[in-house]
């Protein structure tokens, strides 16, 4: 339902452009979000965006580098990063939430995708 793509190789300090396409169902009145896995490590919230694209969210430790949008038709959302650091690498994942407004929790979103592998090299 969720395919995110968009993921690469790419040197520290360089950006990214993520996309996530939804099909067979919409999600224009639902919040996205984005999650990433980085090895070893557990998945971790990255950044939300509400149905309408008015209201989004970030983790602490990508706040002012990432910036997340939608289509104003509602069924793809992106997920721009800018100044990207080692240790954003991670496989990035995009989510459709249960409600119109993103929370920080998994357990918020019942929608996941594919995820797109980002690999900062230093």
């Known amino acids: 339902q969720l395919q995110a793509s968009g993921g690469g190789l790419v040197q520290a300090g360089g950006s990214l452009r993520l996309s996530c396409a939804a099909s067979?169902?919409?999600?224009?009145?639902?919040?996205m979000g984005w999650f990433r896995q980085a090895p070893g490590q557990e998945r971790e919230f990255v950044a939300t965006?509400?149905?309408?694209?008015?209201?989004?969210n970030y983790a602490d430790s990508v706040k002012g580098r990432f910036t997340v949008s939608r289509q104003k038709a509602g069924n793809t959302v992106y997920l721009q990063m800018n100044s990207l650091k080692p240790e954003d690498t991670a496989v990035y994942y995009c989510?459709?939430?249960?409600?119109?407004?993103?929370?920080?929790?998994?357990?918020?979103?019942?929608?996941w995708g594919q995820g797109t592998l980002v690999t900062v090299s230093s």
């Open positions: 989510a459709g939430a249960r409600g119109s407004f993103g929370r920080t929790s998994q357990s918020s979103y019942n929608g």
């Open positions: 067979g169902r919409t999600f224009s009145n639902n919040a």
């Open positions: 965006i509400s149905w309408d694209g008015a209201l989004a």
